[in-house]
């Protein structure tokens, strides 16, 4: 995309740095929607409206994070919850005897 004459490419991520995957296939109408409110920053959006079902879900389908600051987890393992480390802890379910 061009913007004030200077080309702005999409900067990919090499796989050590991401650190969390959320899966989007069950929400997948709801991310194409949110794409399509997009349209003005999403260079060659013309291609991604060609896109069929297979292709949305090719490329919209895992959604990659990764992580600037955080003392959860520290990288050691990919997540799959933006929020892992940082809900208190459920209490045990007690039984009643």
Sequence with gaps: MQVDGTERRTVAWADWAITTRIDTHAVLSRVWEAVQCHQSQVGGF????????DG??????????????????GGRAVE???????RAPQPALRVPS
Excluded: K
Excluded at 80 to 86: C, I, Q, V
């Design 46 to 53: 013309e291609g991604l409206l060609r896109l069929d079902d």
């Design 56 to 73: 949305r879900a090719r490329i919209f389908g895992v959604q990659t994070y990764y992580r600037a600051f955080s003392l959860v987890n």
């Design 80 to 86: 799959s919850d933006l929020f892992e480390g940082l």
